[in-house]
């Protein structure tokens, strides 16, 4: 008889590590979770000393669905026998070296995670009723079948790169030059750039704030280290408790309430609630760029706002030619460096092993997504998704802290039940 899971999911991030931890306190209940990746890491490119999270420590992949549940990141703190010297540190905000190590403490305790193993295609099996997945093995490259009746997407986002920078890939090896890179390859690229005598950052978020303050305190020289970027200032991600209130069940049932026209215009203006720096990091910067003042010192450094880039070419020696625009002054200007690194975040792209059961899905008339209130995306509430709905649910999408939340909801769908108690009206303000 062959096995048909109550659920599988493909790609283990730490919003679907997250669903395989709740899932994994509900008695009879059969899941499996699949990723090519080797072992579970979170961007490993990203983690410098003392970078955190922007969301405190209860955010974390249990917690605001089921404190009661063993893998609470207050339970693996008591574990590594260090839970009294956090409280007494009194920093809420786990380093990102530590929420990794957390969520791989949690993922060495789940038997229902299989890594290494790529998702090829998904079919829709009329005979069983459910979905058959085939996954290949990334060592021995044998495929499997597997059959599920509810599916996770969790497949995480991937690099968003420029336009104007895409056409410098090498046609023999489709790979940039490697004076060009995404700040997910950061820490793999960093040694690399000692040879380099002008680095250049081009974005406005929290990546491109760790990168630079990460520079500033490096041993090695730079002769110059730019960062540009579109937005008319390097601005804080807005953190004030009424604010706060909008990263709730309750903001997300107003927003998902809206036209799609209506969602599109709010979102285009709440780039500080989701895509600022820490408040704490940008004081940093400039602490550091005060210090840095009083010293004799040959190196520069230079911060820009409203700086478009506009396109990118490589010089006979390797250098880089970067052209800009000026969006408030309206003018072009150059500016040559050695290094140019692209903090331009990150982009949701619908995965090819979805084509075979595309009829069965739900689509905008821009392509994206249709997603229903409980992030199912097929009009029988079988297909999940996950970090896929900042379109339809708001900008809570990539949040840590909505992750249990959003699992609560779909482990509930697919038991047609309340098997996590999920909070309500906890909004002193209302939206609507």
Same mark, same amino acid.
């Given at each position: 008889?062959?096995?048909?899971?109550?659920?599988?999911?493909?790609?283990?991030?730490?919003? @679907?590590?997250?669903?395989?931890?709740?899932?994994?306190?509900?008695?009879?209940?059969?899941?499996?979770?699949?990723?090519?990746?080797?072992?579970? !890491?979170?961007?490993?490119?990203?983690?410098?000393?003392?970078?955190?999270?922007?969301?405190?420590?209860?955010?974390?992949?249990?917690?605001?669905?089921?404190?009661?549940?063993?893998?609470?990141?207050?339970?693996?703190?008591?574990?590594?026998?260090?839970?009294?010297?956090?409280?007494?540190?009194?920093?809420?905000?786990?380093?990102?070296?530590?929420?990794?190590?957390?969520?791989?403490?949690?993922?060495?305790?789940?038997?229902?995670?299989?890594?290494?193993?790529?998702?090829?295609?998904?079919?829709?099996?009329?005979?069983?009723?459910?979905?058959?997945?085939?996954?290949? @093995?990334?060592?021995?490259?044998? *495929?499997?079948?597997?059959?599920?009746?509810?599916?996770?997407?969790?497949?995480?986002?991937?690099?968003?790169?420029?336009?104007?920078?895409?056409?410098?890939?090498?046609?023999?090896?489709?790979?940039?030059?490697?004076?060009?890179?995404?700040?997910?390859?950061?820490?793999?690229?960093?040694?690399?750039?000692?040879?380099?005598? *002008?680095?250049?950052?081009?974005?406005?978020?929290?990546?491109?704030?760790?990168?630079?303050?990460?520079?500033?305190?490096?041993?090695?020289?730079?002769?110059?280290?730019?960062?540009?970027?579109?937005?008319?200032?390097?601005?804080?991600?807005?953190? *004030?408790?009424?604010?706060?209130?909008?990263?709730?069940?309750?903001?997300?049932?107003?927003?998902?309430?809206? *036209?799609?026209?209506?969602?599109?215009?709010?979102?285009?203006?709440?780039?500080? &609630?989701?895509?600022?720096?820490?408040?704490?990091?940008?004081?940093?910067?400039?602490?550091?760029?005060?210090?840095?003042?009083?010293?004799?010192?040959?190196?520069?450094?230079?911060?820009?706002?409203?700086?478009?880039?506009?396109?990118?070419?490589?010089?006979?020696?390797?250098?880089?030619? &970067?052209?800009?625009?000026?969006?408030?002054?309206?003018?072009?200007?150059? @500016?040559?460096?050695?290094?140019?690194?692209?903090?331009?975040?990150?982009?949701?792209?619908?995965?090819?092993?979805?084509?075979?059961?595309?009829?069965?899905?739900?689509?905008?008339?821009?392509?994206?997504?249709?997603?229903?209130? @409980?992030?199912?995306?097929?009009?029988?509430?079988?297909?999940?998704?996950?970090?896929?709905?900042?379109?339809?649910? +708001?900008?809570?999408?990539?949040?840590?802290?909505?992750?249990?939340?959003? !699992?609560?909801?779909?482990? !509930?769908?697919? &038991?047609? +039940?309340?098997?996590?108690? &999920?909070?309500?009206?906890?909004?002193?303000?209302?939206?609507?």
């Amino acid at each position: 008889m062959e096995i048909i899971y109550d659920l599988i999911g493909i790609g283990i991030g730490p919003f @679907n590590l997250g669903l395989a931890a709740l899932a994994a306190s509900i008695p009879d209940f059969n899941c499996i979770f699949f990723d090519q990746n080797p072992e579970f !890491n979170w961007h490993p490119g990203l983690l410098m000393d003392n970078t955190r999270l922007q969301v405190p420590f209860l955010a974390d992949l249990v917690t605001l669905a089921d404190p009661s549940n063993p893998f609470t990141y207050v339970w693996f703190l008591k574990s590594m026998n260090r839970l009294t010297r956090f409280a007494i540190h009194e920093n809420y905000y786990p380093t990102r070296k530590e929420y990794t190590a957390y969520c791989q403490w949690v993922a060495a305790q789940l038997n229902a995670l299989n890594f290494g193993m790529h998702c090829e295609e998904i079919h829709y099996d009329k005979r069983l009723d459910c979905y058959q997945i085939r996954v290949v @093995n990334g060592y021995t490259r044998e *495929s499997k079948l597997f059959h599920g009746k509810h599916l996770a997407i969790g497949i995480g986002t991937t690099p968003n790169i420029p336009d104007c920078v895409k056409d410098l890939k090498k046609q023999d090896s489709n790979a940039f030059p490697p004076n060009i890179f995404h700040s997910s390859e950061y820490l793999f690229r960093k040694p690399a750039l000692r040879l380099n005598t *002008s680095i250049t950052i081009v974005g406005s978020g929290q990546s491109a704030a760790e990168i630079f303050y990460d520079l500033l305190q490096s041993q090695f020289e730079i002769e110059t280290l730019n960062w540009f970027t579109r937005t008319d200032r390097f601005y804080p991600m807005e953190y *004030s408790k009424l604010t706060l209130e909008m990263s709730s069940p309750d903001y997300i049932e107003y927003f998902y309430s809206l *036209s799609a026209e209506k969602k599109a215009g709010i979102l285009a203006g709440q780039a500080m &609630l989701y895509k600022g720096i820490n408040f704490g990091l940008i004081n940093a910067i400039y602490d550091e760029l005060y210090r840095l003042s009083l010293e004799d010192r040959k190196s520069k450094e230079s911060l820009q706002s409203n700086c478009e880039l506009k396109s990118v070419s490589v010089n006979p020696d390797g250098s880089l030619d &970067l052209r800009f625009y000026h969006t408030q002054m309206e003018k072009p200007f150059k @500016n040559q460096t050695d290094t140019l690194i692209l903090a331009t975040g990150y982009e949701y792209g619908v995965p090819s092993f979805l084509e075979p059961v595309k009829e069965l899905i739900q689509w905008t008339s821009d392509g994206f997504y249709q997603i229903n209130r @409980n992030y199912s995306i097929d009009r029988n509430n079988r297909i999940f998704v996950q970090n896929a709905d900042l379109h339809s649910h +708001g900008f809570n999408s990539a949040d840590l802290g909505m992750g249990p939340y959003r !699992n609560g909801i779909i482990l !509930n769908s697919i &038991l047609c +039940g309340e098997q996590f108690k &999920l909070e309500k009206n906890i909004a002193f303000q209302q939206f609507g």
